[in-house]
């Protein structure tokens, strides 16, 4: 037996194995002995003393001297502001130069640390960077949609052990993000309602899926959720872009973030990870149908044959009993 749920944000169906579910311990990863990691690294260039092995810095806090968190442009980006934006049309295919910005934020001096394990001020200093970056980024001309993430872990598809995220903003809209403005759009037209507040209302009345409640934001499990223990982050505020976030929801949000990434590190031995944060493109960031949002997608499972063939997810894993399990566990 197994049931299939409607993801309302997505608009997909997803296959919950309810019966053979796993039971939520079953997701503790048997990791091999792990050396601990050094508090620096001399050749890590994200490491205190090395500034000048990363490129072109866009932001430092913490002054001069000993910084606090520093942007700097990815070394290997994606795409970058020197490219040209033109499309071009060659008889049946488009392309057009690979503009855009690809920024590391370097989170923390300490080689060895994570945010589980910072200081809410430290967690709180690295989104004021996000939001920094994120608003500089949006005025660029041409840039339409910005997405900012972190990988933790070589699961998660990191490169570098020292702790960082990435920004990365596009000339185009993200599939996944327009296929989420689609479904907004859709929703809003029917019941003139934003789906993300309808929601979050729903979730915090029937409780069963939250994990975490914060002045100004909700963490929750989805109740079609694509993979084992996804967990949303909803702000309770209507508002449709994260460069919209103030400061009281910065120090809110790092507290809700920090928290939820110990119960993971806690419940789960520190398992990898990928969060990004998704916001409305550029041009829309007053409109009343969309909702930004972190998602945070521990690398549990590998998407194999039918998710890879179809576009169509099977979760082992039961987002009620998820949320249950993270609720209980204890930061010590
Ligand atoms: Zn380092
Ligand atoms: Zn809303």
């Given at each position: 037996?197994?049931?299939l749920?409607y993801n309302?944000?997505s608009?997909?169906?997803?296959?919950?194995?309810?019966?053979?579910a796993?039971?939520p311990?079953?997701?503790?990863?048997?990791k091999?002995?792990?050396?601990?990691?050094?508090e620096?690294?001399e050749?890590?260039?994200?490491?205190?003393?090395n500034?000048?092995?990363?490129?072109?810095e866009?932001f430092?806090l913490?002054?001069?001297?000993?910084?606090?968190?520093?942007s700097v442009y990815n070394k290997?980006?994606?795409?970058?502001n020197?490219?040209k934006?033109?499309?071009?049309?060659?008889g049946?295919?488009?392309?057009?130069g690979?503009?855009?910005?690809h920024?590391?934020?370097?989170?923390?001096?300490?080689?060895?640390?994570?945010?589980?394990?910072?200081?809410?001020?430290e967690v709180?200093?690295?989104l004021?960077?996000?939001?920094?970056?994120y608003?500089a980024?949006?005025?660029?001309?041409?840039i339409?949609?910005?997405?900012?993430?972190?990988?933790?872990?070589?699961?998660?598809g990191?490169?570098?052990?020292?702790?960082?995220?990435?920004?990365i903003a596009?000339?185009?809209?993200?599939?996944?993000?327009r296929?989420?403005l689609?479904?907004?759009?859709?929703?809003?037209?029917?019941?003139?309602?934003?789906?993300?507040?309808?929601?979050?209302?729903?979730e915090l009345?029937?409780?069963?899926?939250?994990?975490?409640?914060?002045?100004?934001?909700?963490a929750?499990?989805?109740y079609?959720?694509f993979?084992?223990?996804t967990i949303?982050?909803?702000?309770?505020?209507?508002?449709?872009?994260?460069?919209?976030?103030?400061?009281?929801e910065?120090?809110?949000?790092?507290?809700?973030?920090?928290?939820?990434?110990g119960?993971l590190?806690y419940?789960?031995d520190?398992?990898?990870?990928n969060?990004?944060?998704?916001s409305t493109?550029?041009g829309?960031?007053?409109?009343?149908?969309?909702?930004w949002?972190?998602s945070?997608?521990?690398?549990?499972s590998?998407?194999?044959?039918?998710?890879?063939?179809s576009?169509?997810?099977?979760?082992?894993?039961?987002?009620?009993?998820?949320?249950?399990?993270?609720r209980?566990?204890?930061?010590?």
């Open positions: 037996m197994s049931e749920r309302l944000i608009g997909e169906w997803i296959i919950v194995a309810t019966e053979r796993k039971r311990k079953d997701f503790v990863k048997a091999k002995e792990q050396v601990p990691l050094p620096y690294k050749n890590c260039p994200f490491c205190p003393g500034e000048n092995q990363t490129p072109v866009t430092r913490g002054g001069s001297g000993a910084w606090k968190v520093r290997f980006g994606a795409v970058s020197e490219e934006k033109e499309r071009r049309i060659n049946l295919y488009n392309s057009m690979g503009f855009g910005v920024e590391v934020i370097i989170e923390h001096p300490r080689h060895n640390n994570c945010i589980a394990l910072m200081s809410n001020e709180e200093n690295i004021k960077v996000y939001r920094e970056r608003l980024v949006s005025e660029i001309e041409g339409e949609s910005i997405v900012i993430f972190k990988n933790h872990g070589p699961a998660a990191t490169s570098l052990e020292h702790p960082h995220s990435q920004l596009t000339p185009v809209v993200p599939p996944q993000v296929g989420r689609e479904q907004a759009v859709s929703f809003f037209d029917l019941n003139g309602r934003c789906v993300f507040c309808t929601m979050l209302e729903s009345k029937e409780k069963a899926r939250i994990v975490l409640e914060t002045d100004n934001f909700v929750f499990m989805p079609a959720s993979t084992p223990f949303w982050i909803f702000p309770r505020r209507h508002s449709a872009s994260f460069g919209g976030i103030n400061d009281r910065i120090s809110d949000l790092a507290e809700n973030l920090k928290t939820i990434l119960k590190y419940g789960l520190n398992p990898d990870f969060y990004s944060i998704r493109p550029v829309e960031r007053g409109t009343s149908y969309f909702h949002y972190l945070i997608i521990p690398r549990l590998q998407p194999a044959g039918f998710e890879l063939g576009g169509m997810f099977i979760n082992t894993a039961l987002p009620e009993q998820t949320a249950e399990f993270l209980q566990v204890q930061l010590t």
